[in-house]
C-alpha cells in the first residue's frame, strides 16, 4: 500500500528545497522553462486537489477536523475564496457517483484531462463551463459531447477570454436560429448576484434576467426612473410612481436632473426597493425579527459622527446613512437596562426566542456566535446554548445566542459534534464560545468576525474602553416614546462609555 502521507510531506519538503533555491545561474531559456515547468506542475496539483474535495465529500471527511459542512471545509481548511465555483469545478470533471452507487465518468472529460496533464489552467475550466452550461437541453448528446472537446482542445492554446469567444461561434452553430433554447435552458441560466461591498462600501450587482423579470423591470424603470423621479439630491423630487406626482412639478424637477440614465436606474430601484420595506411588502417579521433595517452602532460612533454600523443582514453602512435612517425613525425607543416591561425569561413556556430576545441578541453577537462563521444576523437561529431545549433547557436571553441552522445543528454529543458554554472572563465574558468535542477537548473560541471593529479599538490603545468591556446581561425595557435622533443624542451623552444603539428601520433599539 502506497503511503500517500509521506509523499506528500515529502512534496511539502521538496516544494519548500524549491523555494530557497535561486535560478541567477541559469541563462534566459532555462529560467523560462522553469516557470513552465512550475505552472504546469500547479495544474496538475490543482486536478489532484480536485480529487482530494470529492474523497472528503464522499466519506463526509470535513466533519473529523470541525467543519460541519463541505463548503465550511473549502472556505476554514483549504482558504478557497470562492468555494461554490471550486465545487461547481469538482463535479464537471471528476467522476461522481450515482444513485445506485456506481462510478460516472466525469461531465467534462476532455477539459478534466488536459487540467490533470497540466496544459489547461482553472480559468480555462471555468471558461469552458460556462460555455457548456449555455447549451440548450435539445441539443443531441453526441452535438455536446462535441462541443466540450473542441473546447478543450482550443483552451491549450487561447486563454479564458478568447475560449469565451470560441463558445459563443460554437453556440451559434449548434442553435443558429435559437429555437433550441426553451423555458428550461432560460430558467438554468437565471441569476442575480450581489457583490462584496468594497472600500467605499459600494457593491455590484449582477444578474441574468429571464424574458419576464427584464419586462417586468423595463416597467419599472419607465416609471421609477423617468427624468426628475425619485431624485435623492433634490428634495422637491417627486417619489415613487410618476402616475400621481403633479405634472408641473416633475417637468422642474426633470429640468433640474443631472443624472445618467443608469443612476436614475439605480435610484429607481432604491426607491423601489425601499416602498417593499417600508410598506410591509415583507411581512411582519423573518426569523423573529422585523422585515426592517435594523442597525447597530455604538455611542462612541454618535458622538463622533464616524464609522461604520452593521445591519443585521450583514451590510456596513456610513454613519451618515444611519442618521438619515434616525432622522426618519418611527417614535418606538426601546432601552436596555435593568428593568424590563417586556418578559425575556420565558423558562420552559415556550421554545422560540421573542422579538425583544432577537433584538438583544443582535446587539450583542450581530451574527452567528460560532467562531469563523460569517453568517448574519438575519440568517441566524436562537440556539439554546447553555443546555438545548430537547435536555431541558429554557428559553431565556442569558442561556441562547445566535447560530445559522448548520451550526445550530452541530451541536451535541458526538466526537463530530460542538459544544457551546459561556465565557466567563477576558473580552467576551458574558458570550457564549465553541468548542469540539474531542480528547483533550479544544479551546473555547467566540466569534470575532462580526466584531472586526471592536478589536481594532481594543488594540489601538491600552486606554481604551473596549480592552475590558462590561458585561451586557441587562434585560430591556420598552418604551413609547416621541423622540427623534437629536434627543437621543443627547440623553446618550449621560451613559455608560458603551453603548450600543439598535433600530430596525424605523423603530429605535438602544442597547446599553
Not at 522553469?34 to 470529492?54: F, K, W
Not at 469552458?128 to 478543450?152: G, Q, S, W, Y
Not at 435552458?185 to 419576464?212: E, F, H, V, Y
Not at 458585561?471 to 462609555?497: F, G, K, Y
Request: glycine share 6%.
Amino acid at each position: 500500500m502506497s503511503d500517500l502521507v509521506a509523499k506528500y510531506a515529502a512534496l511539502q519538503t521538496l516544494v519548500k528545497e524549491i523555494a530557497e533555491e535561486a535560478s541567477d545561474a541559469y541563462d534566459d531559456e532555462t529560467v523560462a522553462q522553469l516557470a513552465i515547468t512550475h505552472e504546469t506542475a500547479v495544474r496538475q496539483l490543482a486536478s489532484i486537489g480536485n480529487r482530494r474535495i470529492l474523497e472528503v465529500s464522499d466519506r463526509d471527511a470535513h466533519r473529523a477536523v470541525g467543519c460541519v459542512t463541505l463548503t465550511e471545509f473549502l472556505q476554514t481548511k483549504l482558504r478557497i475564496t470562492q468555494p461554490k465555483k471550486r465545487l461547481t469545478q469538482v463535479q464537471a470533471l471528476e467522476p461522481m457517483h450515482a444513485m445506485t452507487g456506481e462510478k460516472l465518468p466525469p461531465v467534462c472529460p476532455n477539459t478534466a484531462r488536459e487540467l490533470a496533464a497540466g496544459s489547461i489552467g482553472p480559468d480555462h475550466v471555468h471558461a469552458v463551463l460556462d460555455v457548456m452550461n449555455k447549451i440548450p437541453t435539445a441539443v443531441e448528446p453526441e452535438h455536446r459531447a462535441f462541443a466540450e472537446k473542441a473546447l478543450a482542445e482550443f483552451a491549450t492554446t487561447l486563454t479564458p477570454k478568447e475560449l469565451g469567444a470560441v463558445g459563443v461561434r460554437i453556440l451559434a452553430h449548434l442553435d443558429p436560429d435559437g429555437t433550441l433554447t426553451d423555458d428550461r435552458d432560460r430558467a438554468r441560466n437565471r441569476k442575480l448576484s450581489l457583490g462584496c461591498q468594497d472600500s467605499q462600501l459600494m457593491s455590484k450587482l449582477t444578474a441574468t434576467l429571464d424574458p419576464m423579470t427584464r419586462a417586468l423591470f423595463d416597467v419599472v424603470l419607465a416609471k421609477w426612473a423617468a427624468p426628475g423621479m425619485n431624485n435623492p439630491d433634490d428634495e422637491q423630487s417627486p417619489k415613487g410612481d410618476h402616475g400621481d406626482a403633479d405634472p408641473e412639478l416633475l417637468k422642474q424637477a426633470a429640468d433640474r436632473d443631472c443624472r445618467s440614465q443608469s443612476q436614475r436606474n439605480h435610484d429607481a430601484l432604491k426607491a423601489l426597493l425601499d416602498a417593499a420595506v417600508t410598506g410591509g411588502l415583507l411581512g411582519g417579521s423573518h426569523r423573529g425579527l422585523p422585515s426592517q433595517i435594523i442597525v447597530s452602532i455604538t455611542d462612541a460612533q454618535l458622538r463622533e459622527h464616524a464609522g461604520i454600523a452593521r445591519t443585521a443582514t450583514g451590510s456596513d453602512l456610513p454613519i451618515t446613512d444611519v442618521v438619515k435612517l434616525a432622522a426618519d425613525a418611527q417614535t418606538h425607543l426601546a432601552v436596555f437596562s435593568d428593568i424590563t416591561n417586556e418578559p425575556l425569561f420565558f423558562g420552559r413556556s415556550r421554545r422560540l426566542a421573542s422579538p425583544a430576545q432577537r433584538l438583544m441578541a443582535f446587539a450583542k453577537y450581530k451574527g452567528c456566535s460560532k467562531d469563523d462563521c460569517s453568517v448574519p444576523f438575519a440568517h441566524t437561529e436562537m440556539h439554546h446554548a447553555e443546555q438545548d431545549w430537547a435536555d431541558g433547557g429554557t428559553t431565556d436571553s442569558t442561556d441562547m445566542a445566535p447560530a445559522c441552522g448548520p451550526h445550530n445543528r452541530a451541536v451535541g454529543t458526538e466526537p463530530h459534534q460542538w459544544t457551546t458554554e459561556k465565557i466567563t472572563d477576558g473580552p467576551d465574558r458574558g458570550r457564549y464560545g465553541w468548542r469540539r468535542n474531542t480528547d483533550p477537548p479544544d479551546a473555547l473560541r467566540a466569534n470575532q468576525l462580526h466584531r472586526i471593529d471592536q478589536l481594532l479599538q481594543r488594540h489601538s490603545t491600552s486606554r481604551d474602553p473596549w480592552i475590558d468591556p462590561p458585561t451586557v446581561e441587562e434585560s430591556p425595557r420598552v418604551l413609547d416614546i416621541e423622540h427623534q435622533l437629536a434627543h437621543l443624542v443627547a440623553e446618550r451623552r449621560t451613559r455608560a462609555p458603551r453603548i450600543d444603539v439598535t433600530w430596525p428601520r424605523w423603530p429605535i433599539t438602544w442597547a446599553a
